[in-house]
């Protein structure tokens, strides 16, 4: 790239061609003010307070939209730029209301603080005020377009960061400002409530409403968002030891500016007057407030008793996808080294596993092949299984920014109608359960129209050929009928995805939560490779995870079969790798996944379970049975932030904090490690989930020689290979801790280190079971659960949200018009879902977003939890329960009172 050098300020400065004036003069510590300009904005030269004056010329320039030309000389600070600058914030404010004193964007305006540096005083200009109503009745923004200033960070922030086209200007001349479609409140908008343009907004014309803690931060600590496996940077504004706001990081190159609903407003949880402040010891079914040292007492008391009582495996741990590698890390050497056995697992069991299965027998490594941003270089991008608007916002606002903003394809596949419908260029909508017949399906036309990419099977791949001997089965026809979809419209897509330099496929839950989805991520990774988007700059495969770290539990071995890194149990070299660590024995024999432990728990075989941070009750099918497994354990100890139906049923509870009052790391969906970084300390005599733990093999006999997670760390870096290069600092403000992407050879990163199983790529045959038809055993419909924005898990840290409480969406069950019409169903009507297992009552919404024969409704919501109705079904490859579709019974009970 051709370097460009300028005189600005009366010294030679130098920046790439395409540059700008502003950009260059930053790069070099020259501060010129702006009020519309930000980094991960296009720059619109809105506000003109970056005027720099071109000497050569004598003409003023905003420098944010002028880019640098060899020979300029430039000064940002002459007399007449001072003066144009000074006029240009005089006429803003003369038409501002004087309300500094009680606006709450106080000190953080930009405005205020650019006329301050100004040395702005008294206007001499006549005031024009713009008199503005706040309609909004939202609990999370509010708007006083008397304090815009039209700068369109707003407008911009919507249409270039989230892409929901809310925003844009109304009115023209001097009434313009930014608004909703017909000016309508923004709760009656496409607005999701994000929170981006409200970071962004630089006076108060935007700020956040409802704040729990209305008082102005003291510090800010950039750590990472808790909630889904995005793993957005946020920063937490602090206040004593309140969290009085939570914004994007400006150092995260994952969100880049952006944030969803649960990131801006999910912050709440963390000073809830429910949080558990101290331990409880259950005596005669009442809890008793203990000390630390009495409670831990009693748990090594009573685990150490279940061990020598009954055997190391009578015992099994459940870590969690919610807390850090570093404390996964522990609670699997807990489990192994200090109980002694393998019974471990985490709860992302319960909808990821089947990539461990699907995509580490194929390309060597269960996760995600890319980073987040090559999804907006793709060509083609198909998305299974999943809807990212909701799940993974993040995920969501870069692929309609590659279909919005650089043309890319989206290819759909869905049976409802997902939020990502308005921009897709193809919706396939596949009978439930039927992804790896499409899937397969397409494999077979894209090999029979020989669009397979022939040197990257040749090269990188091996088993081909019974992998194409296995789809012979999949002609047009059968897919037609398995599917339900034309096969002229499958053909359509597989050649799309076929022909397209770079193609990435996005699977969630929908796919991996049936009983078949290790051999839908199998035929999905099949085709990856088929194609040659595996490795590419910009094609790939994209899982994602519910929870923050779902990826680093797997990561970190809190598995029953995999020690850190992946590395296998009955391996004999990675299990002696371990032993010589941490000088003791590990047990050889895979453990139990966390619906076995359950099932032994209802048996009587497994004795006392540890479970960290996880609901089961409430998040896991079949509420009942798990009820009644953990109720027949001789001990039961839960560690945990909130009371939950799970902890309700320990003998012991330990309260844990939460993410903000500690150190460590989480690894997002990408496979990138990032710090969480403590900004308060922990509430009550709550304590870190690693301190517990350590405190806890202390009293069991077993030392451990770490004292902080830094010391952690330095032990995954030595021994699971992936985390080496890692660096850890609780320093280093938002530091991005580990890429694991080689910058050099992005897309390369570590697949073509030696990883694939036998130096390849493996194609890998997957069978098809057609699922029994529901209509056949007298329940006729099919109900597909799933997530909406403001919720998420189980419920319980948005339950201690009060703004995203209220937000949260009732219990509603979608059935469309002609199903609703033969069964007499009103839009609004009760209705009682009857499964096999249990039985509830949700008002319906009649609509055209599910085909006939389907019924939706959200897992978890304020009103009832979709949980209870699921038998527990196991994918046999992954053992993941079923838990996306039960068929079910539907009947209207009477109009919603
Ligand atoms: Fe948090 Fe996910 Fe939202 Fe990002 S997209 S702010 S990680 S919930």
């Not at 922030?157 to 409140?185: K, N």
């Not at 941070?613 to 896991?620: A, I, L």
């Amino acid at each position: 790239m051709d370097t460009i050098t300028i005189t600005m300020n009366g010294r030679e400065v130098s920046g790439q061609q395409g540059m700008t004036i502003l950009d260059l003069a930053r790069e070099s510590g020259i501060d010129i003010p702006t009020l519309c300009h930000d980094p991960w904005l296009q720059p619109v030269g809105a506000c003109r307070i970056c005027l720099v004056e071109d000497e050569r010329r004598g003409v003023l320039l905003a420098s944010c939209v002028t880019p640098i030309m060899q020979g300029m000389v430039i000064n940002t600070e002459s007399p007449r730029v001072q003066e144009r600058r000074k006029t240009i914030v005089e006429l803003m404010l003369a038409s501002h209301p004087d309300s500094c004193l009680v606006c709450d964007k106080g000190n953080r305006c930009s405005l205020r603080r650019i006329a301050s540096e100004m040395g702005i005083g008294l206007l001499s200009l006549q005031k024009i005020p713009q008199p503005a109503e706040i309609k909004e009745v939202n609990p999370f923004i509010e708007r006083d377009m008397s304090k815009c200033i039209l700068c369109a960070k707003c407008i911009r922030a919507d249409q270039e960061l989230v892409v929901e086209g809310a925003l844009d200007y109304i009115h023209r001349g001097f009434t313009a400002r930014p608004s909703t479609f017909a000016d309508a409140p923004l709760e009656k908008s496409e607005c999701t409530f994000c929170g981006t343009c409200v970071a962004l907004c630089p006076t108060g014309a935007l700020i956040e409403k409802d704040r729990p803690h209305r008082i102005t931060a003291q510090k800010a600590v950039d750590t990472v968002c808790p909630f889904c496996g995005c793993g957005c940077g946020i920063s937490l504004e602090v206040r004593g030891n309140h969290v009085v706001r939570s914004i994007p990081s400006q150092n995260s190159s994952v969100n880049k500016g952006a944030i969803c609903v649960k990131g801006s407003y999910g912050y709440d949880f963390i000073n809830s007057p429910e949080r558990l402040t101290t331990p409880l010891l259950k005596v005669e079914d009442e809890f008793q407030e203990v000390s630390w040292d009495a409670a831990l007492a009693t748990v090594a008391y009573e685990l150490t008793k279940a061990k020598e009582n009954s055997g190391p495996n009578s015992l099994a741990l459940l870590g969690s996808s919610k807390c850090t590698n570093e404390e996964n890390y522990l609670l699997q050497w807990f489990a192994r080294m200090v109980i002694g056995t393998n019974n471990i697992d985490n709860g992302s069991r319960l909808y990821s596993s089947a990539g461990l299965v699907g995509l580490g027998s194929s390309i060597g490594f269960p996760g995600t092949t890319n980073p987040l941003c090559d999804i907006e270089q793709s060509e083609v991008i198909l998305v299974i299984g999943a809807d990212p608007t909701t799940s993974a916002p993040l995920v969501g606002y870069a692929i309609k920014r590659a279909v919005r903003q650089k043309n890319a394809k989206l290819l759909l596949v869905d049976p409802r109608q997902a939020k990502l419908y308005p921009f897709a260029h193809q919706w396939l909508r596949p009978k439930l359960a039927t992804d790896v017949v499409l899937i397969n399906g397409m494999a077979k036309m894209i090999v029979d129209k020989c669009l397979i990419d022939q040197e990257h099977v040749d090269r990188r791949t091996d088993n081909f050929e019974a992998f194409r001997e296995s789809l012979r089965q999949y002609t047009p026809e059968y897919i037609e009928a398995e599917t339900g979809i034309p096969a002229s419209d499958v053909q359509q897509a597989a050649w799309s995805f076929a022909e397209a330099t770079q193609a990435s496929i996005v699977y969630g839950n929908g796919v991996t939560q049936h009983i078949g989805g290790s051999s839908t991520v199998t035929a999905l990774a099949n085709l990856a490779m088929l194609t040659g988007n595996i490795g590419r700059r910009h094609g790939g495969i994209y899982a994602l995870q519910r929870d923050c770290n779902a990826q680093g539990a797997c990561d970190m071995g809190a598995l029953p079969n995999f020690l850190p890194g992946y590395q296998t149990i009955t391996d004999d070299q990675a299990r002696k790798r371990f032993e010589e660590l941490w000088g003791t024995p590990v047990p050889t024999n895979p453990g139990l996944t966390v619906v076995e432990m359950l099932n032994q728990a209802k048996d009587g075989t497994v004795k006392a379970m540890y479970i960290v941070g996880e609901n089961p009750v409430e998040g896991f099918p079949n509420s009942t049975l798990v009820r009644e497994a953990l109720a027949n354990l001789d001990f039961l100890v839960v560690q945990d932030m909130f009371m939950t139906p799970t902890t309700k049923l320990a003998n012991v509870i330990l309260p844990a904090t939460s993410f903000a009052e500690k150190d460590g790391s989480f690894t997002n969906f990408e496979g990138r490690v990032q710090n969480v970084r403590k900004a308060i300390e922990p509430i009550g005599n709550s304590l870190p989930d690693s301190e517990i733990v350590i405190r806890l093999a202390a009293q069991m006999g077993h030392a451990i020689r770490f004292s902080s997670p830094q010391q952690v760390n330095e032990e995954i870096k030595a021994s699971v290979p992936l985390y080496q290069g890692t660096t850890y600092s609780s320093e280093a403000i938002g530091q991005i801790q580990q890429d694991r992407f080689d910058s050099s050879k992005i897309g390369t990163r570590r697949l073509y280190k030696g990883q694939f199983p036998n130096g390849f790529e493996r194609f890998t045959t997957t069978c098809y079971t057609p699922q029994e038809q529901s209509s056949q055993n007298g329940y006729a419909f099919e109900l597909v659960v799933g997530t909406t924005l403001y919720q998420f898990g189980s419920g319980v840290r948005i339950s201690k949200s009060p703004r995203l409480n209220r937000f949260r969406a009732h219990s509603f069950v979608e059935i469309c018009k002609s199903d609703a019409q033969q069964l007499g169903i009103e839009d609004g009507d009760d209705v009682r879902i009857t499964s096999r297992t249990d039985s509830l009552v949700s008002p319906a919404i009649v609509s055209d977003t599910v085909p006939q024969g389907m019924l939706y409704m959200p897992m978890a919501s304020n009103s009832c939890n979709a949980a209870s109705l699921f038998s527990v079904q196991l994918d046999p490859q992954s053992k993941t329960p079923s838990f996306k579709s039960c068929a079910v019974k539907i009947e209207r009970i009477g109009s919603h009172g």
